[in-house]
């Protein structure tokens, strides 16, 4: 199966709804670093951060001048977050602190996810957690994580991987969050959308939750 799997050229996202966007003539030479959020995108080229599209809430500025050297971007609904020399800054909505401009309580952060009104982040303690937490999709720190190596922040839920594989929580209406995700042979990456989530495995690409628009089928098997 030809799926390239490079941590290096990882398109990192938040699979919330959107609106399809061509990526501005003025991103030059982008860094394989692009984040699709509701109703706008990021990326990262040799510039910096630059972003298009719905930017009534100042979550997709031209051009993020007040960066030093980002390195990971990603898109929420209404807010925006990235990691440089500093740290986690975000911007856009602050609805229950889900963007704040610094984020100064973590340890050497190396990725950040922003959900609907919620962001995640990796660092050297684990998966920390921010924002709206009513449906504790935002735990200040996960605790019962093996060794993460990603995290996904959805709509109210987030998932993540670690030695076990694929766990998640917060809302589950739709079985989009379910504790352990023991279907999955060696799961390598996981995406939470609004009220689904998909991963990566040696099969292929395979969804779960909400599925009225055929965004989430079980297996996807016209991928190569």
């Known amino acids: 199966m030809k799926i390239f799997n490079s941590l290096y050229f990882l398109i990192l996202f938040t699979a919330l709804p959107s609106f ?65 020399d500093d740290g986690v800054k975000c911007w856009g909505r602050d609805a229950g602190n889900n963007a704040p401009a610094f984020k100064s309580d973590l340890k050497n952060p190396h990725q950040v996810s922003a959900g609907a009104l919620h962001t995640c982040a990796l660092d050297d303690d684990g998966v920390k957690c921010w924002g709206e937490n009513t449906d504790g999709q935002a735990p200040a720190f996960k605790s019962d994580l093996k060794n993460p190596r990603q995290v996904s922040a959805g709509g109210w839920h987030t998932c993540a991987l670690d030695d076990d594989g694929i766990k998640c929580w917060g809302n589950n209406e739709n079985d989009q969050a379910p504790k352990f995700k023991s279907d999955l042979k060696n799961p390598r990456q996981v995406s939470a959308g609004y009220r689904y989530t998909c991963a990566l495995d040696d099969d292929g690409v395979k969804c779960w939750g909400s599925n009225g628009y055929d965004q989430a089928p079980k297996f996807k098997s016209d991928l190569k």
């Open 20 to 84: 399809a966007m061509a990526i501005p003539k003025n991103v030059e030479n982008p860094l394989s670093i692009l984040s699709a959020g509701d109703g706008h995108s990021c990326a990262i080229d040799d510039d910096g951060v630059k972003c298009w599209g719905d930017n009534t809430e100042g979550q997709a500025p031209a051009f993020k001048s007040d960066l030093k050297n980002p390195r990971q971007i990603s898109a929420g609904d209404v807010h925006t977050c990235a990691i440089d």
